[in-house]
């Protein structure tokens, strides 16, 4: 196997402020457990509706960030994997959990985690772009860069207590962001380009905090380097 697949999409609003986002220094923030929720809806120039639909769960606390889809029951069959080639045994990038690390000293710690194989596999910096992290901490941590949404326009929309509404985009994308301020996230962002040709909503809710975090158990899982997977 050459090459890892990519198959994780992300709603367009999203993508452009994650790229956006500035580095900033590091803020105490709230431990935090999320379920989130995509939706992304695009017509293409042949008149084809598409719609992807999809779900992670987000688990944060302190200078850590878990990042998992949620997969279906039986999604990777035990005797479907055994009987794989040796060429399609690969790790399947999207459903793998996204462990994000930050040291003191603001550098960043990427890894892989196959919760089906016991595997932990530590991503190098060139390769982030392959698994879909760009490389900016904020916006793992948040899922949007505070500072990003501060320098959008606040609305006078109602809004739950302690949520607010900002709108920001382009001239050619419209983005309405609904703010929680304590929590430090967005609970939901909503993006819509001026051609009507593209529609995106993601929805963030809260979950209660596990007592056991996710990469604290991971103590039986065999470690790898990313090139070992690329054999």
């Given at each position: 196997m050459k090459?890892?697949?990519m198959k994780r999409v992300f709603p367009a609003a999203?993508?452009?402020?994650?790229?956006?986002?500035p580095a900033q220094a590091q803020e105490p923030v709230p431990p935090l457990a999320l379920k989130i929720e995509h939706a992304v809806t695009t017509l293409s120039a042949d008149g084809v509706t598409r719609e992807v639909r999809y779900a992670e769960h987000l688990v944060r606390q302190g200078g850590q960030v878990w990042l998992a889809r949620v997969l279906p029951p039986h999604a990777h069959e035990s005797q479907e994997h055994a009987g794989a080639s040796k060429e399609h045994k690969h790790m399947d990038v999207a459903a793998a959990a996204r462990w994000i690390q930050r040291a003191s000293d603001?550098?960043?710690?990427?890894?892989?985690?196959n919760a089906?194989?016991?595997l932990v596999v530590d991503v190098p910096a060139p390769d982030w772009g392959n698994i879909g992290f760009d490389g900016q901490?904020?916006?793992?941590?948040?899922l949007l860069d505070p500072a990003q949404v501060q320098r959008m326009k606040p609305l006078d929309r109602t809004a739950p207590a302690?949520?607010?509404?900002y709108q920001g985009g382009t001239a050619t994308m419209k983005v309405l962001v609904l703010w929680d301020a304590q929590g430090q996230f967005p609970r939901r962002v909503e993006s819509a380009d001026t051609h009507g040709t593209s529609?995106?909503?993601t929805t963030a809710m809260r979950e209660p905090l596990p007592k056991a975090l996710p990469w604290g158990q991971l103590e039986k899982y065999q470690q790898k380097e990313y090139s070992d997977l690329l054999d």
């Open positions: 090459s890892l697949p999203l993508l452009a402020l994650w790229l956006a986002a603001g550098s960043l710690r990427v890894r892989l985690v089906h194989d016991q901490w904020l916006a793992a941590q948040h302690g949520t607010r509404w529609h995106s909503v």
